[in-house]
């Protein structure tokens, strides 16, 4: 059995910061180390003696006071604690960067902090990984592998595409080499997405528009050859909204897609975006789970947000939420990333968002099973971001803080820049920094939002009325229909009888469009032509 090793720690001298040092001991804990904390302002004797008498494998220490000061402390610390070094003992410090500048001189510590590096640095450092992390195998290449590597952190995520390759190419490599973000989402133009395979159909005039302009093969290879530094990435990518099962096969040969996003009901005539119809997106749609699914790749249905954002109400939007992962379970997708968007539509109170969302949870985690396991995706609204930057960073925070208290697997981050531009590398650093600094905050003791009664009282009506819902969709299929939860057709007439209904549908061809909602006590409510609010058998009476 080899044996645990131990480190003691303390801030050195007269100094009495020690946030640094306990947040290096929890990163030693979780690296397996025993740790022994000698305190603050620990005289340079106390700290090499006990050391000596622990048989410590390593002593760190700290000091964030004047950079001349510690510079002669630390020179005489490293003299006076060189036997131990002779011995095998090791060293590691921390302070503030003009400290920490100086003490790298003195050539003494095996490592020096200078609060610039990632949590991923230091525990390459505790594990005895450090070179190690300078190669890409020693970052998981596969998303589950990823997620149960850097627990309990979860995984970054960001939307990034410039309207140049040239441009995304630079910010692809910047990115990777920042270290901050865990896997990078190609935003794609329109044209890429819609007509890849159709150079008839492309647009010259539209190139770039909402993304880098990929257009062969060869520029997703490039896009992620760019990526092979850092922390070397994992990349993904928009699922198309046609020639699904061409874009699929190619996602994996040329970026070794990390998982894809596919939609059950969008991406179609219905929003504008596709060539297919309802019923034929939903029958293409799920070809394409059925893909990943044969391949053992991660899956995400990207539905839920789609409705919450177009002013669906909350019950929509969680048995949207429901039939997403039932489908990719009954299309052999074997691990389904859960995704939910806070924030939508933007009304919404952070208690309500919390039941929203844990009732989705509830009802999605109830199709486990040996063969389907969820994993948790949050991220803030897309439409949720005031313009003003200060405001936009502050609701970033924020936002991702409060989307900890579901314990994510993956935070897809969502940059403070959304509201005036789309995201630079640089954006995107920065937005990444905040992230951490909120996830940081939460695990080291959120407090338990979930146990808030109103949260609770909430999650239990969403779910009884949820069920209405879901009951009002088998009751309306047609006597054909094996199974209404999969059936493209029935699924179609579900959108077009307005069972599945969002405000925003009104006039389309292929929705009721009837449905009114209203932001009510923080929710979002379906509500009559007098404003107020229905229950789900109220509204859907005829099918119950």
């Not at 050539?107 to 190669?135: N, P």
């Not at 779910?463 to 879901?470: G, P, R, S």
């Amino acid at each position: 059995m080899n044996k645990q090793k131990k480190v003691v720690a303390c801030a050195l001298g007269e100094c009495v910061h020690v946030a640094g040092v306990v947040n290096f001991l929890r990163l030693a804990e979780q690296a397996g180390w025993r740790t022994i904390f000698l305190g603050p302002a620990v005289p340079m004797e106390k700290a090499i003696s006990r050391a000596e008498e622990e048989n410590a494998d390593l002593l760190a220490i700290s000091y964030r006071l004047t950079p001349e000061t510690g510079e002669r402390l630390l020179a005489q610390f490293a003299e006076n604690a060189d036997h131990l070094r002779e011995k095998g003992m090791r060293f590691a410090f921390g302070g503030t960067p003009p400290v920490a500048e100086r003490v790298k001189k003195l050539g003494f510590f095996d490592i020096v902090f200078d609060g610039s590096g990632t949590y991923e640095d230091t525990l390459a450092f505790l594990r005895g990984e450090t070179a190690m992390a300078q190669q890409e195998d020693y970052y998981p290449q596969s998303t589950i592998e990823r997620i149960q590597w850097k627990a309990p952190y979860p995984l970054l995520r960001h939307h990034f595409g410039l309207p140049t390759m040239a441009d995304t190419l630079i910010g692809v490599e910047k990115i990777a080499n920042a270290k901050m973000l865990d896997v990078i989402s190609l935003g794609i133009d329109q044209d890429a997405q819609a007509n890849f395979f159709h150079q008839e159909r492309q647009n010259a005039r539209k190139t770039g528009a909402g993304g880098v302009p990929v257009r062969s093969a060869q520029d997703y290879k490039d896009l992620y050859q760019a990526s092979r530094h850092g922390n070397y990435p994992l990349m993904r990518t928009y699922s198309g909204t046609d020639d699904f099962l061409e874009l699929a096969a190619m996602y994996i040969d040329t970026i070794n897609i990390a998982w894809p996003a596919i939609p059950l009901f969008w991406f179609n005539q219905m929003d504008g975006r596709g060539p297919w119809d309802l019923a034929g997106s939903i029958r293409e749609h799920q070809k394409v789970m059925a893909f990943y699914g044969e391949r053992g790749i991660p899956l995400e249905v990207n539905e839920p947000h789609h409705w919450g954002m177009r002013d669906a109400p909350d019950v929509i939007f969680i048995v949207s939420a429901y039939l997403s992962a039932y489908n990719a379970r009954a299309y052999g997708v074997r691990d389904y990333i859960a995704q939910m968007m806070f924030n939508s539509p933007p009304g919404t109170s952070d208690a309500m968002d919390l039941a929203k969302m844990s009732a989705a949870l509830e009802l999605c985690t109830a199709l486990e099973n040996e063969q389907f396991h969820i994993w948790r995706q949050t991220r803030t609204g897309l439409l949720s971001y005031p313009l003003e930057e200060n405001a936009a960073r502050a609701h970033l925070a924020a936002s991702v803080y409060l989307q900890m208290t579901l314990k994510p697997h993956i935070m897809h981050v969502v940059g403070h820049t959304e509201a005036h531009h789309a995201a630079t590398a640089d954006d995107i650093i920065d937005a990444c920094q905040m992230a951490r600094r909120a996830i940081e905050n939460a695990l080291k003791g959120q407090p338990d939002m979930l146990q808030d009664p109103q949260v609770i009282e909430r999650k239990e009506k969403l779910i009884q009325e949820a069920k209405i819902t879901l009951k009002a969709i088998n009751n309306a299929a047609k006597k054909d229909c094996s199974d209404p939860f999969t059936d493209a057709d029935c699924l179609a007439e579900m959108v077009t009888s307005g069972i599945l209904d969002a405000p925003h549908l009104k006039n389309n061809p292929f929705a009721a469009g009837t449905i009114e909602t209203r932001i009510i006590n923080g929710a979002c409510e379906v509500v009559d032509k007098h404003g107020s609010k229905i229950s789900e058998s109220q509204r859907l009476e005829q099918y119950l």
